[in-house]
């Protein structure tokens, strides 16, 4: 039996800028330069108090200012949640890490074809993003949550595992 060949051109990976994401984000990087395949970042708004403080962790608190004083309407408007989809400072704050980690670790450059930010339930807007970008193969993190919670609520990564069209490849936070 003869094994297709793996192509690899368009990877989206999904981040809702936890610890796990960022972990994530090392396997989405290593299997772009291995397929030289492009990077689309998709990062779903949900109500959520610890957003700036996310997005400090990630960008750096100084860049974070910077950010929110070019576009301060914006920026304000994507922490308070009153702004509609496609945030200029939130697609400016995830450029800038991004740029940041393929420019600080050797041999960890990456195309990035995409930023794309939109409000809603992250499951949805993951699988739509994968779709019309005619992804290959979408990366995202878990925190590993079990028990009654995710019984009741299932995971984000759950739900993308079973209404994904492409394989998904789910990164668990290590201990």
């Known amino acids: 039996m003869l094994l297709p ?5 368009k990877i989206l990976y999904a981040t809702d800028l936890s610890e796990s994401a ?11 330069n291995f397929y030289n395949a492009g990077i689309t970042i998709v990062h779903a708004l949900e109500e959520s108090p610890g957003m700036d403080a996310a997005i ?14 070019e576009n301060e309407h914006n920026a304000r408007g994507a922490i308070m949640r009153k702004q509609h989809e496609d945030s200029p400072a ?9 740029k940041d980690v393929s420019e ?8 990035l074809d995409e930023v794309v ?24 993190g878990t925190h590993g949550h079990g028990g009654l919670a995710q019984m009741m ?12 069209k492409v394989p998904v490849l789910v990164v668990r936070l290590p201990e």
Request: hydrophobic share 40%; charged share 30%; proline share 2%.
């Open 5 to 9: 060949k793996i192509e690899i051109k």
């Open 22 to 32: 960022r972990q994530a984000l090392a396997y989405s990087v290593s299997l772009a």
């Open 56 to 69: 400090k962790y990630h960008v750096g608190p100084e860049r974070w200012a910077e950010i929110k004083k």
């Open 90 to 98: 939130m697609k400016a704050a995830l450029k800038d890490f991004y």
């Open 104 to 111: 600080k670790f050797e041999n960890q450059s990456f195309r």
């Open 117 to 140: 930010v939109k409000r809603g339930n992250p499951v949805d807007i993951i699988i739509e993003a994968a779709e019309k970008k005619n992804c290959d193969l979408i990366v995202m």
């Open 153 to 164: 609520l299932g995971s984000t990564a759950q739900k993308v595992l079973k209404q994904a």
